[in-house]
């Protein structure tokens, strides 16, 4: 490999360089890819990994963990639907959803931070907690949704593109802007870089952590509610798998999951590969099967690359 | 007696930097042999050389006249070059007995057999004058007796040659004794000792000769140290003169800025009380395990507080929370900078802003130009070298982490007292002398100061009254007109007829 393109490759914006050379290979040689109507789809598709993506971001670049987004997805999406067809009030649904889906990421946060428990201990035990708590509430059952306008939250559109697209599309601004230009998203780094030295530094560690947590579950609830109305009913199943697809694709964006190193722009790139990965292996009719390995098979190669890098990083130091 | 480890035109370079360039020298038999320079100097790349870890550009290396030509780090190991990290490799988990034979167990039947390894080891630690039951893990013993454990296995493995990397950065004084004298019996078998170490005393107190490097260039070889002066040393090592490295001044010394009362915790299970007046630098002295560090701990509000209170300018400081003293006025540059003090992975700039950003950073939304002035400022103000306010930290030298995280306090707004603990370990003879200049000047601003150490020199260099703690108290406190070495040491020392030795 000619230096200059290893530097490329490896440099800071290495990944995106990769994106968009396999992004025009794509386009060029799978056919209806770069349709709008494709497009669209692809988008749709990325919106509940992209937007719990925004704060899995936080929680890795902490130095933490959460393995209960995908319960909380779908517990936030049945509180939602059936909190609306008690109440007969979208509004009252929705917020009930979102304080839900908050409170479980307080819980973990508090018994994370506070009682220093191991994350992935702790998330393990709540995704499995809050699953239950979603079967039991709908008896295991899909719960249909009462009032039709409950769609139009993900059908209505503006400027053409569907509603939950804008929701990603904000989220990732929001989320980027708080990373890198405010106290908040520094001292989320600075914790990750070290975080006995952040505490000494005067950062409030524990409050940080319980923070980021509720803000995970608050997102979740965001992604539950979009998806229930996606399609169309509350499902105790829904999302299932989903912690991992969030985590590949933040680790494919190069957050490191030793903390302390995060991007918006990576995690967009990273949801967005997945996203394309699948989406091409539907256009070219590969059995769903296959997916599972290619999947994987990128996740190994993104960290391979992100190891390479770092090398490359320590031997010039 | 012929030389018999020999360094030839060694050169060795990295993008961007050539690290050695041209060194030879050699050194004899049975001869403890030191090696300084400040750091990047290329001691440890010469190290890595010697090691196996890396390979010469140009040069050889060679043993008892053969010359080496080893590719991995395994082939110096079966040529008898051995190396102790600062770091120490050693399995937590496992007892010294399965340590030391780790890899090589005896097995009968495919069993380990247990009797012979720690009977064995047992004779060996014992042969060479280690005190250590083999059965122990080695996760309970202090880090002195692990190093006589690598040691151990060092000589077990029949090393020709042992270089030991700072080997006394963590031990107490009474730890570094032992080691001398097992350095003086390793002597005596006719094993090569390299020691590294920034310790200028140890230097003149062990070693027969001694090789002082400078920007990857041999700066002296002397082939005996009989007519070597510690001043002399220094000048190599910096290449200037610093005849005075502390360069205390006088300066006036106001009312009293911070009052401890009865100040206790787990670790620190008889309270203390002392003053600092504004403009004072007051030392901390003691042995490892004295509570110094314990105690900056406590002030700062790290550790949980049990009692005791904390005053500053007459307003109490609320306890058990760093931000609370910071906010009071009061910071701390802690002991263990890779642990508790810089922030891996992030830049200068973002290490020094840290606390202080909360100040221009209005709802929590930041002013990267400020930032990045701010962080520009203190780099040149504190001479941090850097090519840019962007590095990651983690690519400074210590000395210039350490200005990184006093840039971080200086940064805050109104900082009254500054707890900087061990402010030089692992940090060069020129840097040091710079840190010590900033503390005078901020001392000359009105600041109080408390500086734990645990090297004397330093603290009675710097220092304008001495707090000597002794097993968790404060044994003595002495001015400055009244610094005496043998007596601080002695009040230092738990057994008071053990004065007497030191």
Known sequence: MSVSLKKLLLGEQGLVVIFALAFIVVAVFVPNFLTERNMLGLLQSVVTIGIVACTMMFCLASRDFDLSVGSTVAFCGMIAVMASNATGSILLG???????????????????????????????ATMQIVRGLALISSDGRAVGINDPNFYQLALSKFLGIPAPIWVMLVLFIAFG????????????????????????????????????????????????????????????????????????????????????????????????????????????????????????????????????????????? | MASFLEFKNISKGYPGVQALSDISFAVEKGAVHGLMGENGAGKSTLIRILSGDQSADTGEISLDGSVQHYSSARDAFDAGVIVIHQELQLVAELTVAENLWLGRFPA???????????????????????????????????????????????????????????????LSSRESEILFALIGKLKAQGKIILYISHRLDEVFRLCDSLTVLRDGKLAAHHASLAKVTRDQVITEMVGREISNIWGWR?????????????????????????????GEIFGFFGLIGAGRSEMARLLYGADHRHTGTVTIDGVAVGGNNPRHSIEAGMVLCPEDRKFDGIIQGRSIEENIAVSSRRHFSP???????????????????????????????????????????????????????????????????????????ILYELAENGMAIIVISSELPEVMGISDRIAVMCQGRIAAVYDRDAFDERKILAAALPDRSAAAVA
């Open chain 2, 363 to 437: 709802l929590g939304i930041l002013q990267p130009g400020k930032e990045a002035r701010l962080a520009d400022r203190f780099i040149e103000k504190l001479r941090i070298r850097t090519p840019s306010r962007k590095q990651d930290i983690v690519n400074l030298s210590g000395g210039n982490q350490q200005k990184v995280i006093l840039g971080r306090w200086l940064s805050e707004q109104g900082v009254k007292v500054l707890v900087i603990d061990e402010p030089t370990r692992g940090i060069d003879v020129g840097a040091k002398a710079e840190i010590y200049n």
């Open chain 1, 94 to 124: 929705l917020i009930a959803a979102l304080l839900c889906g908050a409170l479980v990421g307080l819980v973990n946060g508090v018994v994370i931070a506070r009682f220093r428990i191991n994350a992935l201990i702790t998330t393990l």
């Open chain 1, 177 to 317: 802007f708080i990373l890198n230009r405010t106290v908040f998203g520094k001292n989320t780094l600075a914790i990750g870089g070290n975080p006995e030295a952040s505490r000494l530094a005067g950062v409030n560690v524990v409050s940080m952590r319980v923070w980021i947590f509720a803000l995970q579950g608050f997102v979740c609830a965001i992604a539950g509610i979009l998806l229930a109305s996606r399609i169309t009913s509350g499902q105790p199943n829904a999302a299932t798998g989903l912690e991992l697809s969030v985590i590949s694709a933040c680790v494919l964006g190069g957050v490191s999951l030793a903390g302390g190193r995060a991007a918006m722009a990576g995690v967009i790139v990273g949801v967005l590969i997945m996203g394309i990965a699948e989406n091409v292996m539907n256009l070219l009719n590969i059995q769903a099967f296959y997916q599972y390995v290619v999947r994987g098979l990128i996740l190994l190669l993104a960290v391979l690359l992100d190891n390479l890098r770092s090398g490359a990083v320590g031997r010039r130091g």
């Open chain 2, 108 to 170: 009968k039947a495919g069993m380990i057999d247990f009797k012979k390894l720690v009977s064995d080891v047992s004779q060996k630690l014992e042969a060479i004058g280690i005190d250590v039951d083999p059965r122990i893990k080695v996760a309970n013993l202090s880090i002195g007796q692990r190093q006589m454990v690598e040691i151990a296995k060092a000589v077990m493995l029949d090393a020709r040659v042992i270089a030991l990397d700072e080997p006394t950065s963590s």
């Open chain 2, 250 to 278: 006088a300066r006036k010394i106001g009312t009293e800025r911070l009052k401890v009362e009865k100040l206790g915790g787990r670790l620190l299970p008889n309270p203390v009380s002392f003053d600092v007046r504004s």
